[in-house]
């Protein structure tokens, strides 16, 4: 089974930073698009950010030129470096991968269990 583990959260002071890493471990071939997901309490999951394994990457608009995607392919993890943070940035935050565990053209969609943002002064 493949499993996705996010670390790096916690409490910070509006205008703080943190960066949140998620590492895949488990049986698979490949992983395709890796993504950074939030939920506000008593609202949806919304997308944060996104990267291909190439590094082409997309932002949610209101994280744009605050937050930073990033991945190292080795190492099978995606990273998001958060400034500048916000109290509406409170959530938690999840990692999101497409994976492909047999050998049939199909990539799977898996989730990390979150890790706890805490934006508050």
């Known amino acids: 089974q493949v499993q996705l583990v996010e670390s790096g959260g916690g409490l910070v002071q509006p205008g703080g930073s943190l960066r949140l890493s998620c590492t895949a471990s488990g049986r698979f071939f490949r992983i395709n698009a890796m993504g950074w997901y939030r939920q506000a309490p008593e609202k949806q999951r919304e997308l944060v950010a996104t990267i291909t394994r190439g590094g082409s990457t997309d932002y949610a608009d209101s994280v744009k030129d605050r937050f930073t995607i990033s991945r190292d392919n080795a190492k099978n993890s995606v990273y998001l470096q958060m400034n500048s943070l916000k109290p509406e940035d409170t959530g938690v935050y999840y990692c999101?991968?497409?994976?492909?565990?047999?050998?049939?053209?199909?990539?799977?969609?898996?989730w990390g269990r979150g890790t706890q943002v805490t934006v508050s002064s």
């Open positions: 999101n991968a497409g994976v492909k565990v047999t050998t049939a053209p199909v990539f799977d969609d898996y």
